[in-house]
Nanobody, 119 residues
Framework: QLVESGGGLVQPGGSLRLSCTAS????????MGWYRQAPGKQRELVAG???????NYADSVKGRFTITRDNAKNTVYLQMNSLKPEDTAVYYC???????????????WGQGTLVTVSS
């Protein structure tokens, strides 16, 4: 239901752009965001963006990453600049909806895309 693209291998200081498109079967989309999980570490929020376009970032990526969204296309983007080896991780797209389910709101996760920053 979420199609991610844009991961890959890049040298330190380089850039990548991730994209994630929600299929038409996902309704009532609210916030969208990107999380990442490095080997041996917990999944963490990288950046999120509200339905109104307000972004928030992890301190570790502020000033280097930019999250945007295209509501007409149900797509969220993550532009990553000045990449560092510590940015290496699997990046997961997350879409939150306004649909109430047991335990909270229905949300969908992407399959993950690997970003490797290495020389």
């Amino acid at each position: 239901q979420l199609v991610e693209s844009g991961g890959g291998l890049v040298q330190p200081g380089g850039s990548l752009r991730l994209s994630c498109t929600a299929s038409g079967s996902i309704f009532s989309i609210n916030a969208m965001g990107w999380y990442r999980q490095a080997p041996g570490k917990q999944r963490e929020l990288v950046a999120g963006i509200t339905s109104g376009g307000w972004p928030n970032y992890a301190d570790s990526v502020k000033g280097r990453f930019t999250i945007t969204r295209d509501n007409a296309k149900n797509t969220v983007y993550l532009q990553m600049n000045s990449l560092k080896p510590e940015d290496t991780a699997v990046y997961y797209c997350n879409v939150k909806t306004t649909i109430i389910v047991a335990g909270g709101y229905f949300e969908v996760w992407g399959q993950g895309t690997l970003v490797t920053v290495s020389s």
